[in-house]
């Protein structure tokens, strides 16, 4: 892998600081609880409480890193959104080691991360408590520490990757898609002869790891006096839940109009006096519509490239199975395919700087005033009302 410069080291500490001063700007606002921290925040307290469970529909790691939060700040904004927030930027380094691992090169690494930091979407699931920014920082961690395993052929970073995907099936059960993806690695590894593990090691690191860091999230309901039963039934319950969900909300979407953001939605909308304060959870234009031409070309190169073999799959694991499921979905279950599709985009614009440096550079200048340019209602940042319409590009976006 290529060593990391002075000037590239400097501009990853810039990515990182930068994200952290957005993710915490204003950490405190809206004052009151957005969207789905009515229950994520409410379940987390409990738990700190030893009060009965609200939010039982997932498993329960996020709620307990967001209680962390809690117990240290109290119950209040600041306390249930900065654990997120801290995930949020450890994001950005993260992603720069799996785009730097996977491909051997820290260029695109960089790239990234880049990609990353500029993307809306991140930055809105970073300021809230709710489970997307755990999942996507420890599916990511696991991606990055599986290419490790394969680059070095040590089954410790194997094992330490099953760890984090474990992590990520803890915060939901769309991890799962991040164990394929590391199973789907280790067959690379293979292929490549860089990864020749046996197959017990391999099993130990990518179910029993797994395994292991699933149940060890549920101990805290077990010193809560629960049994196998009780947790058994709970899972059965979480299942039937999601398999039977009828409910219907304004912002729902269609899992193949993601990509195009033909649908964000506002988890925060106020407007008095003339003014308005709002979240939208929406993507960087510039960086999800680049993403599907991007995965495309991977994919077709995917006989000949084992990164972008990887790369296609992982998309594909972590985003079209939403095409069989039944129940009502938004724009966020998307952010699971992000990375790969982070990491398509990179590819793609590390091969133009070699015939079209200047389209390189103006892409990344447009990406980065896209960004400032929809930063206010990333952030509840007041804004005149009649502004509305400067960030509502559609009427479905409205």
């Known amino acids: 892998m290529q060593a990391m410069g002075r000037r590239d080291a400097w501009l990853l500490v810039g990515l990182v600081v930068a994200s952290a001063a957005v993710r915490f700007w204003r950490l405190g606002e809206p004052a009151a609880q957005v969207f789905d921290e009515i229950y994520y925040a409410r379940t987390a307290r409990e738990y700190l409480l030893g009060q009965p469970i609200y939010e039982w529909t997932h498993p329960p790691l996020s709620k307990l890193l967001i209680a962390l939060g809690v117990r240290l700040v109290g119950f209040q904004p600041w306390g249930w959104r900065i654990v997120p927030a801290v995930f949020g ?89 991040t164990l394929a993806a590391l199973g789907f690695l280790v067959l690379v590894g293979r292929r490549t002869g860089a990864g020749r593990w046996p197959w017990g090691g391999v099993l130990v690191s990518l179910a029993v790891v797994p395994a292991a860091v699933y149940a060890a999230c549920y101990l805290p309901h077990v010193f809560r006096g629960e049994t196998v039963d009780d947790l058994v039934r709970l899972h059965r319950n979480m299942y039937h839940y999601h398999a039977t969900l009828q409910a219907t909300h304004p912002y729902a979407s269609k899992w193949w109009s993601w990509p195009l953001l033909l649908r964000p939605m506002w988890y925060h909308y106020e407007s008095a006096g003339g003014w308005m304060k709002g979240i939208l959870a929406v993507g960087n234009p510039l960086v999800w519509w680049a993403v599907l031409p991007a995965v495309a070309a991977t994919g077709w190169r995917a006989a000949s490239s084992p990164v972008h073999a990887f790369t296609a799959f992982g998309f594909a694991a972590s985003y079209l199975p939403y095409a069989f499921v039944g129940r009502l979905l938004f724009v966020y279950h998307f952010t699971p395919a992000l990375p790969f599709g982070y990491l398509a985009v990179a590819l793609g614009l590390d091969a133009l700087r070699e015939r079209r440096p200047g389209w390189v550079r103006d892409y990344w200048v447009a990406a980065v005033l896209v960004f400032l340019y929809q930063l206010p209602v990333l952030t509840a940042y007041p804004v005149p009302s009649h502004w509305l319409r400067w960030w509502a590009w559609t009427r479905s976006w409205v």
């Open 89 to 177: 930027t450890l994001l950005v380094p993260a992603l720069y080691a799996f785009g730097a691992l996977a491909t051997g090169r820290r260029r695109v690494g960089l790239a990234v991360a880049a990609l990353g930091a500029v993307d809306s979407m991140l930055l809105v699931e970073s300021r809230i408590a709710k489970p997307e920014v755990f999942l996507l920082t420890f599916g990511v961690l696991a991606y990055a520490l599986g290419w490790a395993a394969v680059r070095t052929g040590r089954w410790g970073w194997l094992a330490a990757a099953g760890a984090a995907a474990g992590a990520a099936l803890a915060t939901k059960w769309t991890g799962l898609a």
